[in-house]
């Protein structure tokens, strides 16, 4: 499946955001998508994940209560919004998808990725 990620940009700390992750192809096919990010000479982390038929969300320690993962079946678009947003989220995010079960933690189970969307977010 191809992911195409948008909605990124630059907002003053205490802001919002929402990403957008459209597919190209229906996605309940897959077990679970989500997002990670990347800061500037850091590793790829885990932000949040939704699996598709069991509806549960994870979200990372650091974003939980301020980001909220949600989908659109009938436009098959994973979204991220992410309120009270830091300096410290500011990072390329990427969306992801796997097709198989796993920790959805981990970016190894994840076989589609999105281009990535940057994140600035000022003090």
């Known amino acids: 499946v191809q992911l195409q990620a948008s909605g990124g940009g630059l907002v003053q700390g205490g802001g919002s955001l929402r990403l957008s992750c459209a597919a190209s192809e229906r996605t309940f096919t897959r077990y679970a998508m989500g997002w990670f990010r990347q800061a500037r000479g850091k590793e790829r982390e885990f932000v949040a994940a939704?699996?598709?038929?069991?509806?549960?969300?994870y979200y990372s320690d650091s974003v939980k209560g301020r980001f909220t993962i949600s989908r659109d079946n009938a436009k098959e678009t994973l979204y991220l919004q992410m309120n009270s947003l830091k300096p410290e989220d500011t990072a390329v995010y990427y969306c992801a998808a796997r097709k198989y079960g796993g920790s959805v933690y981990s970016s190894g189970g994840y076989d589609s990725w999105g281009q990535g969307t940057l994140v600035t977010v000022s003090s």
């Open positions: 939704f699996t598709w038929n069991a509806g549960n969300s």
